[in-house]
């Protein structure tokens, strides 16, 4: 029902007390405020006995996480949890990293992104190990692009170039 409001004397839908919906929340409504079950703060009830922060951890975490992953990735949750079910190396199945082949992080097809445990990511994007863990992703069937960082090769001690920077 649109009446005026008795506040903003504005002509909109009739919430309460005279006061239109935006007037009635700002001077009249007062969220009921207890003891978090999960928190232990004194702060505003959503359900279930849990702050608004609790009860998103607690139910909505899934959404949330699916949500970033959008956001973030660009894939949908069901191709996320497809790519991140298992180590691609070693099966671990509790904490998966996903990880871009190339390299870009915008580059989001299912063809690029693969799973890691933390442990082979690391040792992916660390110089030491990054060799061994090329050649087991190559021999698992992953095509992947050629790493130029792996090419290089270090001057030898009495090169031209070496010489070249004492003279000069």
Same mark, same amino acid.
């Given at each position: 029902?649109?009446?005026?409001?008795?506040?903003?004397?504005?002509? &909109?839908?009739?919430?309460?007390?005279?006061?239109?919906?935006?007037?009635?929340?700002?001077?009249?409504?007062?969220? &009921?405020?207890?003891?978090?079950?999960?928190?232990?703060?004194?702060?505003?009830?959503?359900?279930?006995?849990?702050?608004?922060?609790?009860?998103?951890?607690?139910?909505?975490?899934?959404?949330?996480?699916?949500? #970033?992953?959008?956001?973030?990735?660009?894939?949908?949750?069901?191709?996320? &949890?497809?790519?991140?079910?298992?180590?691609?190396?070693? +099966?671990?199945?509790?904490?998966?990293?996903? =990880? =871009?082949?190339?390299?870009?992080?915008? #580059?989001?097809?299912?063809?690029?992104?693969?799973?890691?445990?933390? +442990?082979?990511?690391?040792?992916?994007?660390?110089?030491?190990?990054?060799?061994?863990?090329?050649?087991?992703?190559?021999?698992?069937?992953?095509?992947?692009?050629?790493?130029?960082?792996?090419?290089?090769?270090?001057?030898?001690?009495?090169?031209?170039?070496?010489?070249?920077?004492?003279?000069?």
């Amino acid at each position: 029902m649109i009446k005026r409001c008795v506040n903003c004397n504005q002509n &909109k839908e009739h919430h309460a007390k005279g006061l239109c919906f935006s007037c009635y929340t700002k001077i009249s409504w007062k969220p &009921k405020t207890g003891i978090c079950k999960r928190c232990k703060r004194d702060m505003p009830i959503k359900c279930k006995e849990l702050c608004h922060g609790c009860y998103n951890f607690v139910f909505r975490l899934d959404k949330n996480k699916a949500w #970033n992953q959008r956001k973030k990735y660009g894939i949908d949750m069901t191709a996320y &949890k497809k790519i991140t079910e298992k180590c691609v190396i070693c +099966n671990f199945n509790k904490v998966v990293d996903l =990880h =871009h082949l190339d390299q870009n992080k915008k #580059n989001n097809s299912e063809l690029n992104l693969i799973g890691l445990c933390p +442990n082979h990511h690391k040792m992916l994007h660390d110089y030491r190990y990054r060799q061994e863990m090329m050649s087991l992703l190559k021999e698992r069937g992953y095509s992947l692009p050629e790493d130029l960082k792996l090419n290089f090769v270090k001057p030898a001690p009495n090169s031209s170039y070496n010489q070249e920077t004492k003279d000069g």
